[in-house]
């Protein structure tokens, strides 16, 4: 079984990138699914979210992720205390999905993981898969196409490495600032040329 990472920057399209790769065959695993999973309503890490943060970021009976969210974004100490919680859980998660997939044969397990740069996880992975955009494509995404006020969106720019810094890192690249096909096609030359060897 091959492992592979997959990162970007938050509104590069990484998500896009992910579903190309489960087309062509890969197995993923997605860092953000695992997040929901630590937090979801009645498990550890939900108790351990709302003891920390406090019961105002608890809406419904789920974490409020948009509230803590805008914390986080705006306040590194906060982003450390909830990443001291959820990112041990998030590894749980992720090695036993990992675990399931090699059990049934997977040949490549794709990791979606949009800070595997910030958290110097690249030794973990085969190869690592940088979907890049521009920092103005980024904005322009989150703004645009997901209706982010721009203090916020530029806010979780901020928050993560810059992506030309990400480029520098990555040994394969996906450039999604183009159309969809462009897109495609790169990730099918990276597949047939570095994943499927």
Aim: aromatic share 6%; charged share 30%; net charge negative.
């Amino acid at each position: 079984m091959k492992l592979i990472g997959l990162t970007g920057g938050v509104g590069s399209g990484k998500s896009t990138v992910a579903d190309m790769l489960r087309e062509l065959g890969a197995e993923v695993v997605d860092a953000d699914e695992a997040a929901h999973a630590a937090y979801s309503p009645g498990s550890s890490g939900f108790d351990s979210v709302v003891r920390e943060f406090g019961r105002d970021y608890a809406r419904d009976g789920s974490i409020d992720r948009a509230r803590l969210g805008e914390l986080v974004f705006h306040d590194d100490d906060a982003r450390r205390r909830l990443n001291a919680i959820v990112h041990p859980l998030v590894r749980d998660w992720m090695a036993h999905r990992t675990a399931e997939a090699a059990e049934r044969g997977a040949e490549i397990v794709v990791h979606d993981v949009p800070l595997l740069f910030e958290n110097g996880l690249e030794a973990m992975y085969e190869e690592v898969i940088l979907v890049y955009v521009p920092a103005a494509v980024q904005l322009e995404r989150l703004v645009s196409g997901r209706g982010v006020p721009e203090d916020r969106a530029q806010a979780m720019i901020a928050a993560q490495m810059p992506m030309d810094e990400k480029r520098r890192l990555a040994r394969l690249v996906v450039d999604n600032s183009g159309t969809r096909e462009e897109t495609r096609e790169q990730v099918k030359r990276l597949w047939d040329g570095a994943l499927v060897r």
